[in-house]
């Protein structure tokens, strides 16, 4: 029951998301929307962590099974896709690169930031 539970809050939770992308009219997936109710709804603690983890979970963990329908779907349709695959497979790897390196100098950046901050909190009360 408890599963169910959490599941119906995720299901409700990614409903709202669809409700809000037929309402704002940018061109944003309704996951997006859900993902971003999700995580307001966690950080206000409206949505306790333990109310979905287990179900959270279990949904990462077979993420990758739905990734197979989409990939027979490109193999099925390898002849409309031959003419643009270099474009998309660079566009692809440009795009991994940009990711890689953003995230790299952000997460330096809160790093060094968080370092930063624990050592002028240890000099002051050397003073």
Same mark, same amino acid.
């Given at each position: 029951? $408890?599963? +169910?539970?959490? @599941?119906?809050?995720?299901?409700?939770?990614? @409903?709202?998301?669809?409700?809000?992308?037929?309402?704002?009219?940018?061109? !944003?997936?309704?996951?997006?929307?859900?993902? !971003? +109710?999700?995580?307001?709804?966690?950080?206000?603690?409206?949505?306790?962590?333990?109310? #979905?983890?287990?179900?959270?979970? @279990?949904?990462?963990?077979?993420?990758? #099974?739905?990734?197979?329908?989409?990939? !027979?779907?490109?193999?099925?349709?390898?002849?409309?896709?031959?003419?643009? +695959?270099?474009? !998309?497979?660079?566009?692809?790897?440009?795009?991994? #690169?940009?990711?890689?390196?953003?995230?790299?100098?952000?997460s330096q950046f809160?790093?060094?930031?968080?370092?930063? *901050? $624990?050592?002028?909190?240890?000099?002051? @009360?050397? *003073?």
């Amino acid at each position: 029951m $408890k599963y +169910l539970k959490q @599941f119906l809050i995720i299901l409700t939770i990614s @409903f709202a998301g669809e409700i809000l992308k037929s309402i704002i009219p940018l061109p !944003v997936p309704a996951s997006i929307y859900g993902m !971003v +109710l999700m995580f307001a709804g966690l950080l206000c603690g409206i949505i306790r962590l333990d109310q #979905v983890k287990e179900t959270g979970k @279990f949904l990462i963990e077979t993420m990758p #099974v739905m990734f197979i329908p989409a990939g !027979v779907g490109l193999m099925s349709s390898y002849d409309m896709l031959r003419p643009i +695959l270099l474009p !998309v497979s660079v566009i692809t790897v440009l795009t991994i #690169v940009t990711v890689i390196a953003a995230t790299g100098h952000v997460s330096q950046f809160i790093i060094r930031h968080d370092t930063k *901050k $624990k050592n002028e909190g240890k000099e002051y @009360f050397k *003073k």
